[in-house]
């Protein structure tokens, strides 16, 4: 061993020089190692056996011997004390050897014998310790283990815990590995004044700030982050920068992504180092798209082909999937065949992206089509392949094709899981069909699925509209999670007591929603700049785009122009603020205990809004607020839906108010309701101005937003522009529905322009879009007035004859 190497190097000197002695020693050695191995130590004389360390040493050495016989040994020289004490070589030689056999449960009581002893071990056998632990799954041992070093005061090399680190992050022990490297964190505090040389290296930081993104661990990650950061001399290398784009993206702060984009770029200009790669690249490209600024993330695609680096599969993926979020179908398609003329095979995840965005835009026979091609190409499908068809068929008026397709899985017994069954039981409890949906449950149970809580909230949501709120025993009948029917219940019974029994912690008459002004106030959200804008919905954002990145100071050499332009419009000082999500909002978000109270609050807020039962939806939506439940998008949008319907605007932009105060971002759903409000106030004239908002936080126009703000400019006499609005929406790819074509025949009917509502029906018709009740009603109306029309005539040609004569 290293440690005794002087000891034994001197002693065999001395042997060589006494050659009786050598001897002596060599069958001194024997005969303990017969003795140990044959009976063990109760036959071994502390006062006839000449123990030294070399002694020790070469025994524990013997490959011959048992590890179990060396460890009897080695304690039977411990109990000598104080006449004899191991060594840290000795101590290291028999912690290496109880690994190498796997006695782990015997390295504890060793180290307490050590620390009785007095004795230290180096900090690599330390490391081996920690890596046969880790190795085993025994992380809780080498947390103590650690313990111990830093009690023995054992100097924490952080060169030799990279590999450590890195094992336990691969592991999935991320908490013990952010642990651990806290640890080393706050002991290089005192080295160096601070310095980064005495950090684990950049692999294992970067291999733990990969694992605290994937776990969502966000205040961890930043935390690391900003310490690393204090460190003098500490540097990100393109590894680091890049997982740290993508995190901060992700987590919709594309501030922090900019600003170190540009940093990264600056320092690979000034110190010669590489500057970003196409993972930089796709890090943007991919974090514009999460924080919905699709229009920015397809410039940098652009400026991507011709900087140098050659796009990717993954290239291709995400910003085809970034388009088909953000109703750009056609941008998806365009650079789907790009992607293919280019020799990229589109995988199952760019066909289920581009499935998923036609049937957004209302383009079945393109999914249809595309789904054919899919399985031409030898392209498997999968259950969220299928999955994605049966709810566009439900979502665009084919719900016998999609229940068919979904009957003829299950016979195949295939491509079925429990997201399918859970499709179609939400459009069964749409239908009210709620013992078809019943019975479905019964069928998930006995194929072995999991029937989660989005399932049984949208049997609960359907059991209460029809009144049929003792259904609910007998759904849980059915539901073999022990772990959630309780929880339902307790929850259940919990609300009911609250309402009975509210607790009183606010003061009486106070506000649910105070509120600063009136809805009107929504102007003042929007730029005066923007409020002038109330024309050519969509083409003035890229002029003032334009003309923004004109106005600064660029590099003619760069490879990255625009992305150089967009990091360079951050302020020194400024804070992300994501006020747009491209998500919509969920009533349920199926994160099991983490949000199973907001999940639920979200439940019955439906319920109860569905039958018009604001107070009580308030009342609860006070109780659990009080409680600490955080509300999230879906919360806020599902009172504000119901305040803008019955006209109670000004507790509509309470709700908005107090979304921007706790940093809750809007989505599409939220400008919907903004839109209907200011419809209900005669207020079009600034809607555009509200869209143009909408569009420069990175937001988009789907289907609802175009009915919304096409109704809204109709009934405000602006029909001209709602025209333009249904011609504008074609023009993006999105096909109107049948509310679209009843809103825009119903506005040209009442202001008497006959001719344009008959034409609006011909195009619906031809368009192969199905009437409904509503177009019948709307018809009739029509009807009449085209009669009366006629009759007016009639009589007119009659009063001009009699006067004639």
């Not at 590995?177 to 806290?182: G, K, P, T, V």
Request: glycine share 6%; net charge neutral.
């Amino acid at each position: 061993m290293r440690h005794g190497g002087a000891t034994l190097s001197s002693s065999s000197s001395v042997l060589l020089k006494n050659p009786s002695a050598h001897l002596g020693n060599i069958l001194l050695i024997a005969s303990l190692t017969k003795t140990l191995s044959e009976s063990g130590t109760r036959n071994l004389d502390p006062n006839s056996t000449p123990i030294s360390e070399p002694l020790v040493n070469q025994i524990l050495r013997k490959n011959s011997l048992d590890p179990s016989k060396k460890l009897d040994f080695f304690r039977w020289c411990c109990s000598l004390r104080p006449k004899f004490k191991h060594t840290a070589g000795t101590y290291s030689h028999m912690f290496r050897t109880l690994c190498s056999a796997g006695f782990l449960e015997e390295i504890p009581n060793l180290l307490v014998s050590m620390k009785e002893d007095g004795v230290v071990v180096g900090s690599e056998t330390f490391k081996f310790l920690l890596n046969a632990f880790i190795r085993s799954g025994k992380f809780d041992s080498a947390l103590e283990i650690l313990d111990h070093m830093e009690e023995l005061g054992t100097n924490l090399n952080p060169s030799v815990y990279d590999t450590v680190l890195v094992a336990l992050v691969r592991k999935n022990q991320v908490g013990l590995a952010l642990s651990i490297f806290l640890k080393l964190l706050e002991a290089s505090n005192g080295v160096d004044n601070g310095d980064s040389s005495s950090l684990p290296g950049s692999i294992a930081f970067n291999e733990l700030l990969v694992a605290l993104r994937k776990a969502d661990m966000k205040v961890e990650f930043k935390e690391v982050f900003d310490k690393l950061r204090e460190k003098k001399g500490f540097e990100l290398d393109t590894w680091g920068y890049n997982i740290c784009i993508h995190a901060f993206g992700c987590w919709g702060d594309l501030v922090t992504s900019l600003r170190l984009f540009k940093e990264m770029k600056e320092k690979s200009l000034t110190s010669g180092e590489s500057g970003p790669d196409l993972c930089t690249y796709n890090s943007l490209i991919h974090v514009l798209c999460m924080v919905g600024k699709v229009k920015d993330a397809l410039v940098v695609w652009e400026e991507l082909k011709v900087s140098g680096h050659e796009p990717d599969d993954f290239t291709y993926r995400i910003i085809i999937q970034g388009c088909s979020k953000s109703y750009r179908i056609d941008d998806a398609i365009n650079i789907f065949n790009e992607m293919q003329f280019n020799g990229f095979a589109p995988d199952t995840i760019v066909y289920n992206s581009l499935l998923d965005g036609l049937f957004k835009a209302r383009k079945i026979a393109e999914a249809c089509q595309l789904f054919a091609q899919m399985v031409q190409d030898g392209v498997r499908a999968s259950c969220w392949t299928y999955n994605i068809l049966i709810d566009g068929l439900f979502r665009n008026g084919r719900p016998e094709a999609g229940y068919t397709l979904f009957c003829d899985l299950k016979k195949k017994g295939q491509f079925v899981d429990a997201i399918t069954y859970s499709i179609v039981i939400l459009q069964l409890c749409r239908e009210g069909l709620l013992e078809e949906a019943l019975e479905l449950v019964e069928e998930m149970e006995a194929r072995g699925f999991v029937v989660d809580l989005i399932t049984i909230t949208s049997l609960l949501i359907g059991f209460h509209k029809q009144g049929k709120w003792d259904w609910a025993e007998r759904l849980m009948k059915h539901i073999r999670d022990s772990n959630l029917v309780p929880h339902i219940l307790k929850w259940k019974a919990n609300l009911d007591a609250s309402m009975r029994n509210p607790p009183n912690k606010r003061e009486d008459y106070s506000s649910l929603f105070p509120t600063k002004g009136s809805f009107s106030d929504i102007v003042n959200l929007v730029g005066p700049d923007d409020q002038a804008m109330n024309t050519n919905l969509g083409s003035e954002d890229d002029d003032r785009n334009n003309k923004e990145i004109s106005s600064t100071e660029t590099d003619q050499w760069s490879s990255s122009p625009y992305m150089d332009q967009l990091a360079n419009q951050v302020k020194p000082d400024e804070r992300s603020s994501h006020l747009f999500s491209l998500k919509r909002g969920k009533r349920v978000q199926a994160k099991q205990t983490d949000s199973f109270d907001v999940d639920m609050v979200n439940t019955f807020l439906s319920i109860f809004l569905s039958k018009g039962k604001l107070s009580l939806a308030c009342k609860l939506f006070e109780i659990f607020t009080d409680m600490g439940v955080n509300p999230v998008n879906y919360t806020y949008n599902s009172i504000m839906s119901s305040f803008v319907k019955k006209g109670y605007l000004n507790e509509a932009w309470g709700v908005l108010s107090e979304m921007e105060e706790k940093i809750c971002p809007a989505d599409i759903a939220t400008y919907n309701l903004i839109i209907q409000g200011l419809g209900k106030m005669g207020r079009a004239d600034i809607a555009n101005s509200v869209l143009d908002k909408l569009v420069k936080q990175g937001g988009y126009l789907d289907m609802v937003m175009y009915n919304t703000l096409i109704n809204a400019l109709g009934k405000a006499g602006r029909v001209d522009e709602a025209s333009k609005l249904f011609e504008q929406m074609r023009t993006n790819g999105i096909n109107p529905d049948v509310v679209t074509y009843n809103t825009l025949i119903e506005v040209h009917t009442k202001a008497g322009r006959l001719k344009d509502a008959y034409k609006f029906l011909k195009t619906m018709l031809d368009a192969d879009c199905l009437p409904n009740h509503v177009t019948d009603t709307i018809l009739d109306n029509l009807g009449k007035k085209i009669d009366k029309l006629r009759y007016q005539k009639a009589s007119f040609v009659r009063n001009n004859n009699d006067d004639s004569s």
